[in-house]
């Protein structure tokens, strides 16, 4: 069965350094989404993608964040300047033309 | 913005026994989404609801989109092992008659399910 692959696995961050993290959708799918969750909290939606744009934003995804869909396949989430805050689990979510989104194994993101 | 209310937080049941969860909003939703979660590993979808009233079963698990659109329930039956986890139930609002599009979900805080032997 297609699923949403996501590398690193485990990032670890220096303070103020970038951070690229990636993901490969389900492969027929159209949209694409980060999420994060901090360690013991619900997930929180970061930002949705279509039709090489981005189509809707939280407040959390300020200016330090960007997205990316380089290719056919892969998926990316910028972090210009991380922040000790932006230690989290990174998820990609991907779905076809419903709101049946699928997720990823995610990212660890440690900022030291 | 948006919030979920889930409940309970955790549950601590035998195995074999009925599980019964849910979640509330003070807004409404066009779409109410279950996901498992287990550690470390990302949410998998267990089942997507898209009609207000409408009952969906996936072998042991049925859920109900409420008919005020705020509110949705996860049972299981006959818990097993494996069923231990996290819930999380998740509600999108995309412009009413529109399936699908780009809109995030909102995620509720999570009922931990923990099975005693």
């Known amino acids: 069965e297609p699923e949403v692959t996501q590398t690193p696995s485990h990032q670890v961050t220096q303070m103020g350094q970038e951070v690229i993290l990636r993901c490969v959708p389900i492969s027929n799918h159209l949209y694409f989404y980060w999420y994060r969750q901090i360690l013991g909290q619900k997930v929180e939606f970061l930002v949705s993608f279509y039709n090489n744009e981005i189509s809707e934003k939280s407040e959390i995804f300020d200016d330090q964040f960007s997205v990316e869909r380089p290719d056919g396949s892969n998926f990316t989430l910028k972090i210009r300047s991380t922040k000790l805050e932006d230690s989290a689990m990174y998820f990609c979510?991907?779905?076809?033309?419903?709101?049946?989104?699928?997720f990823g194994p995610g990212t660890r993101l440690t900022v030291l | 913005g948006q919030q979920l209310n889930q409940s309970p937080q955790s549950m601590f049941i035998q195995e074999g026994e009925d599980v019964s969860m849910n979640c509330t909003s003070s807004s409404i939703f066009n779409t109410w989404l279950w996901y498992k979660q287990d550690p470390g590993e990302g949410p998998v979808l267990l089942i997507a609801l898209y009609k207000a009233g409408e009952l969906t079963s996936n072998g042991r698990l049925t859920a109900q989109f409420g008919i005020t659109r705020k509110d949705s329930f996860l049972n299981i039956s006959a818990s097993i092992p494996s069923d231990v986890g996290i819930y999380f139930c998740a509600g999108s609002d995309p412009p009413f008659g529109v399936r699908g599009g780009a809109d995030g979900l909102t995620f509720g805080k999570g009922t931990h399910l923990i099975i005693q032997p």
């Open positions: 979510a991907s779905s076809p033309v419903g709101n049946e989104q699928f």
